[in-house]
């Protein structure tokens, strides 16, 4: 069975910085674009960072500068390093993997896993 855990959430002051990781683990066949969002309360889920399994990367303005986003597909791990934190960046962060379960290899399609969600508070 494939899961995404991911760990690195916290308390931090503003200016601060944290890293998230997410490991995706099970019967995988390949995994293609991973990612991470966020959700704040009362807010819909927004696109943080992706980045494909040939390293392509893609921001929203309101990180780009501040948050690096890369991975190690040996270990089947997607990082998110955020720097120069903001109150406005308080949210669940959570990993996301587009990847084809060994399971299905041969006659399935590529599917999204999500990790639980990760809880990240900017404040002072």
């Known amino acids: 069975q494939v899961q995404l855990v991911e760990s690195g959430g916290g308390l931090v002051q503003p200016g601060g910085s944290l890293r998230l990781s997410c490991a995706a683990s099970g019967s995988i066949f390949t995994i293609g674009l991973m990612g991470w969002y966020r959700q704040a309360p009362g807010l819909q889920r927004e696109l943080v960072a992706t980045?494909?399994?040939?390293?392509?990367?893609n921001y929203p303005d309101s990180v780009k500068g501040r948050f690096t986003i890369s991975r190690d597909n040996a270990k089947n791990t997607v990082y998110l390093q955020m720097n120069s934190l903001k109150p406005e960046d308080t949210a669940v962060y959570y990993c996301?993997?587009?990847?084809?379960?060994?399971?299905?290899?041969?006659?399935?399609?590529?599917?999204?896993?999500w990790g639980q969600g990760t809880q990240v508070t900017v404040s002072s």
């Open positions: 996301n993997a587009h990847l084809l379960p060994m399971a299905q290899l041969g006659w399935g399609s590529f599917q999204d896993y």
């Open positions: 980045i494909s399994s040939g390293g392509t990367i």
